[in-house]
């Protein structure tokens, strides 16, 4: 069984910053990539960034030049540095877990809430 436990959401104004951070945890072998998504009521979960196994990452348009996706050095952790927010970033975020032969695993998602 994999677990993927989340925090670091809260609520923020503005231009400031939030970290959000991912363990993973359980019957883990090997990892093909940690990510972030986020979801808005109405509409379908979104990528913000991903982060592979061999350290190569992606993001999403949107949050270019304002997110950073890291791997912790020792467990098999996730790091999303969100800075300069915006209300638009407002969602609820979920950690994304990919492993083995198309496993996948989600988090239960924090809250995260940019006020103008």
């Known amino acids: 069984q994999v677990q993927l436990d989340e925090s670091g959401g809260g609520l923020v104004q503005a231009g400031g910053s939030l970290r959000l951070s991912c363990e993973a945890s359980?019957?883990?072998?090997?990892?093909?990539?940690m990510g972030w998504y986020r979801q808005t009521p109405g509409n379908e979960r979104e990528l913000v960034a991903t982060?592979?196994?061999?350290?190569?990452?992606n993001y999403a348009d949107s949050v270019k030049g304002r997110f950073t996706i890291s791997r912790g050095n020792v467990k098999n952790m996730v790091y999303l540095q969100m800075n300069s927010l915006k209300p638009e970033d407002t969602a609820v975020y979920y950690c994304h877990l990919a492993i083995g032969l198309g496993h996948a695993f989600w988090g239960q998602g924090t809250q995260v809430t940019v006020s103008s």
């Open positions: 982060i592979t196994g061999g350290g190569s990452t």
């Open positions: 359980g019957s883990i072998s090997s990892i093909n990539a």
